[in-house]
């Protein structure tokens, strides 16, 4: 009974000419809530809408259900999506599953290289996974289905993912050995392929959804119309089992799927500490997000992202479309040995890697440079975003094996410039990819190295 009436007098503040001390503190209580719970869609639908829904844009890839293959690796004018990867060019399809599922098509590859299809929800939680970790290399038929869809599966389809939103992205790395194996690589993007389920199966093609006046977004306009944008996606996702707090909260401050926000009868009052409230959940997310090392546990499934809010929240913030981690650990590098944040300006850095402790993967792994606070590629003379295991055969080894990187603004010299990879004259992060991530890496029995403080600049 007092949560009922708790509950009453929270949604009564809505049009109350004055909030009290109490009603205030609440109403910021489910701000903070509400926000947390929300931030990842509203980041998502930022790189959705400037990939597919935004034609003319900078970074507009192809309409919506569209396979669209960028054929080279990302570089710093790639500018959508943070702490992006430079190892593997991208494939995109931004999916829009309201009117019926999409069928998928992967070509067989060879066996030694990876690729992988990461199916993401609006809530930013990776779905499920298609290619070399789960269905090997021989490619296939796969059925990409919405909320609640139970139609007839056709013959050749290989699985059925179900997606518990109807908007989503398909995102395919495809491993890139050289800069000789990108025509390769172009064969294989080819081959990837996107269409309704109807004109796979051959049959008629159910009523479409309504369309829609997608609404505009920008970095400036998720903190000017942030609620309004929250709103408008709902409609697309259904709550998990376990979200009922997180939708109550946004029923407290007046956001209700696909509705205008502020109400035209919320007080100012109200609108006033929403919005400051506001600003202190993301200065929240941020702040967590700047101590972030390892994404072991940053990114999964929808059943083990359940209830871990922040966490995603702070995922989405630091690097969104983060891989689950049995298909790629990550470790961020934000400081050095001494705990020191890393900054190009006023130090230079080392990696030593010893010779019988190599990152342990099945696949590949990539140490990259990014910018503080772009979190970008950083562009530097010699267009190196990154040093991978692709790359072993040109880095230097000392004369117990090692191997030494140099991350630092200027060259360390003819000498050691095949195992440079440049650094902003500024602060900066590094992060460590381990593709097919082996046994010891993820329990924990392998540990990578610091990066430690070489001469002052």
């Given amino acids: 009974m007092k949560r009922r009436t708790f509950l009453a007098g929270s949604a009564a503040v809505m049009t109350a000419p004055v909030l009290g001390a109490f009603a205030a503190d609440n109403l910021r209580t489910s701000v903070r809530d509400a926000y947390v719970y929300t931030y990842p869609m509203v980041k998502n639908y930022l790189t959705l809408y400037q990939y597919a829904l935004e034609p003319g844009g900078e970074q507009y890839k192809g309409p919506l259900n569209t396979m669209v293959n960028v054929a080279r690796v990302y570089t710093p004018e790639d500018t959508a999506v943070i702490t992006p990867n430079s190892d593997t060019p991208y494939s995109f399809v931004v999916l829009d599953l309201r009117t019926e599922p999409m069928v998928v098509s992967l ?99 159910p009523t479409a959804a309504p369309s829609l006046d997608w609404p505009p977004i920008s970095e400036s306009l998720m903190s000017s119309n942030y ?41 100012a ?14 200065a929240e997310i941020r702040g967590a997000s700047g101590k972030l090392t390892d994404s072991s546990k940053l990114f999964g499934t929808p059943e083990q992202m359940k209830g871990q809010y922040l966490v995603r929240a702070v995922a989405a913030h630091g690097g969104i479309y983060g891989n689950t981690v049995q298909e790629s650990l990550y470790v961020i590098y934000p400081v050095d040995e001494n705990k020191r944040l890393l900054d190009g300006k006023s130090h230079q850095y080392t990696l030593t890697f010893a010779a019988d402790a190599l990152p342990p993967v099945d696949a590949f792994w990539s140490l990259t440079m990014y910018s503080k606070p772009q979190q970008l590629l950083v562009d530097n003379p010699i267009d190196r975003y990154l040093i991978n295991s692709a790359m072993l055969p040109d880095l230097k080894k000392d004369s117990k094996g090692q191997i030494t990187l140099y991350l630092q603004h200027e060259s360390p010299g003819a000498e050691h410039e095949s195992n440079w990879l440049p650094a902003p004259a500024s602060a900066f992060y590094a992060v460590l990819r381990l593709y097919l991530p082996k046994p010891e890496a993820l329990q924990g029995k392998w540990h990578a190295p610091a990066i430690r403080a070489e001469a002052p600049v």
Avoid: C
């Fill in 107 to 205: 070509p067989k590859i060879e066996k030694e290289r990876y690729y992988s299809m990461q199916l993401v929800d609006l809530y930013t939680n990776n779905v499920d996974y298609l290619g070399t970790r789960i269905d090997g290399n021989d490619g296939g038929n796969f059925l990409v289905a919405g909320p609640g869809w139970k139609g007839e599966v056709p013959k050749g389809i290989k699985r059925v993912i179900h997606l518990p939103t109807s908007l989503g992205l398909g995102l395919i790395r495809t491993q890139l050995f050289s800069t000789a194996d990108l025509d390769k690589v172009k064969q294989i993007q080819a081959n990837y392929k996107t269409q309704p389920l109807s004109a796979y199966a051959g049959s008629p093609a």
């Fill in 269 to 282: 009052d109200t609108v006033k500490v929403i919005k400051d409230a506001s600003i202190a959940a993301l």
């Fill in 227 to 267: 609620w309004s944008l929250a709103a408008f996606l709902l409609q697309f996702a259904p709550p998990w089992p376990g979200d009922e707090p997180m939708r109550a909260a946004l029923d407290r401050i007046g956001v209700k799927p696909n509705t205008a926000w502020p109400d035209k009868n919320m007080s």
